[in-house]
Nanobody, 121 residues
Framework: QVQLVESGGGLVQPGGSLRLSCAASGSIFSIENMGWYRQAPGKERELVATITRGGGTNYADSVKGRFTIARDNAKNMVYLSMDSLKPEDTAAYYC???????????????WGQGTQVTVSS
């Protein structure tokens, strides 16, 4: 099994910044894609940003130019730097990784428990 622990959420004023971190641990042979998703009350979970093992990135249109995803393959960590935060960014943010526990099996998707981000004055 792979465990994910997120940190860095909190309350921030509009225009402010936060940095989320997600640490993966456990039975890991390799990690393929990593990403951040979010879910606001009453809404479906949506993609925020993803990053491949090689560093290729993909962002939701709503966060392009404001959020930056990065990863540290040696530490099995993924980060989300969020700038110019808006009230509509308020949501629970979830880390997702696609990890191989052994080399001969395809990747399995694992989710973190979520960290709350609230943007309000």
């Amino acid at each position: 099994q792979v465990q994910l622990v997120e940190s860095g959420g909190g309350l921030v004023q509009p225009g402010g910044s936060l940095r989320l971190s997600c640490a993966a641990s456990g039975s890991i042979f390799s990690i393929e894609n990593m990403g951040w998703y979010r879910q606001a009350p009453g809404k479906e979970r949506e993609l925020v940003a993803t990053i491949t093992r090689g560093g290729g990135t993909n962002y939701a249109d709503s966060v392009k130019g404001r959020f930056t995803i990065a990863r540290d393959n040696a530490k099995n960590m993924v980060y989300l730097s969020m700038d110019s935060l808006k009230p509509e960014d308020t949501a629970a943010y979830y880390c997702r990784v696609d990890a191989r526990e052994v080399y001969y099996r395809p990747p399995t998707t694992f989710w973190g428990q979520g960290t709350q981000v609230t943007v309000s004055s």
